[in-house]
């Protein structure tokens, strides 16, 4: 038997542990779990106790330093994505990070400039692009079913989902942003990843915080939330094709949906709530067609298996920053559109 990949998660909040920690502890023969590091030493030692982990890093620098450590996760406030997958790599470690890769596009190109300059890989953990449903819908898109396709719509809409008021995910200067930076990076990246991801080269966004913004009252108080509950926009790209966004944490909406749609010139589909629909014509009469074909897998857990093959094979990843990129340079877009009030344009992708 091959020797087991020996593993490290930095970040044991409930994404760490729930999602990386969990998902790699399904594959022993393949996975030795090693170390947990958190900011919160509380946190990493009761990560560690639950998956019987033997090393508990007072540091993530102690972690890296190890070089028994073949890889990590690093699942951490979005704030610290970058400089702990940057230091990693140059320590030589390949690294599963959480999404979104990066507070902004330029830190995302660092990400890639280390990957290179130290032989490793990268994946980024969008977990919606390893389901079966969305394999299957990858396949479907590439096999010609849908023709052309010129126009998207996606968004991730809860009626009332803010975040824990006070924690990092309602902090800027943590998160990055709001819910534009939190959902829109799975469903904006899934839609893309469907169709080859062109290049984009324009955008129109706003942004708007009506649920948000309550002042802090006393020393203790949490920190206000500053940043949106509701991001929509435009986005177009080089080939044509156009999208629609809109994405929020709280919203007088009727119900909570996520959904990818895609409107091609031979069909259409519709990905909502995890339910995919196939749109077409048959006889002269639209049809609708339900695949039979559901998600089976735990959170994570094809994620882990994929990561766990390309490090055994040296592959590349499917969920590769490069791409990670091209969203960030969206997600920038977006916002700058937003706060000058015109379309602003995206340069290309330089790595």
């Known amino acids: 038997m091959a020797k087991r990949l020996r593993y490290g998660l930095i970040g044991c909040g409930g994404c760490g542990v729930g999602k990386h920690l969990a998902s790699y ?69 390949h690294v599963h990070v959480e999404k979104p890769i990066s507070m902004n596009a330029e830190e995302a190109e660092a990400i890639v400039e280390a990957k290179n300059r130290n032989g490793k890989l990268v994946m980024v953990g969008l977990n919606n692009r390893f389901t079966e449903l969305s394999q299957f ?3 479907y898109v590439d096999e010609g079913h849908l023709g052309e396709v010129y126009h998207i719509r996606c968004g991730w809409r809860r009626r009332r989902g803010i975040p824990s008021w006070g924690g990092w995910f309602t902090q800027k200067a943590l998160a990055g942003g709001g819910p534009l930076i939190d959902l829109g990076v799975h469903f904006i990246d899934l839609s893309l990843h469907f169709i080859g991801f062109p290049e984009p080269v324009s955008v129109s966004g706003a942004t708007y915080s009506k649920f948000t913004g309550k ?25 044509g094709c156009t999208m629609s966004i809109e994405y929020s944490w709280a919203s007088n909406v009727e119900r909570e949906e996520n959904f990818s749609e895609l409107m091609g010139t031979k069909g259409g589909l519709r990905l909502l709530n995890g339910e995919l629909t196939l749109l077409g014509e048959s006889c002269g009469v639209p049809t609708n067609i339900v695949p039979q074909i559901k998600n ?56």
Request: glycine share 4%; aromatic share 8%.
């Open 137 to 139: 819908t990858k396949q």
């Open 25 to 93: 502890a399904l594959y022993p023969d393949e996975v030795e779990l090693c170390a947990v590091y958190d900011f919160d030493a509380a946190k990493a030692k009761a990560a560690a106790e639950q998956y019987r982990v033997p090393q508990v890093y007072a540091t993530y620098e102690e972690m890296l330093a190890d070089p028994r450590i073949d890889f990590v996760s690093v699942a951490t406030p979005n704030a610290f994505h970058a400089p702990i997958t940057i230091a990693a790599l140059e320590a030589g470690k």
């Open 296 to 351: 089976t897998s735990s959170w994570g857990e094809n994620e882990a298996k994929h990561f766990i093959e390309c490090m055994r094979r040296r592959r590349e990843p499917l969920a590769k920053p490069e791409e990670a990129v091209r969203i960030m340079r969206i997600i920038d877009g977006l916002y700058a559109s937003a706060e000058s009030g015109r379309e602003v344009l995206v340069s290309p992708v330089a790595v």
């Open 215 to 239: 002042p802090a009252k006393g020393k203790d108080a949490p920190p206000p939330m500053d940043v949106e509950d509701l991001a929509v926009g435009f986005v177009r790209f080089a080939n």
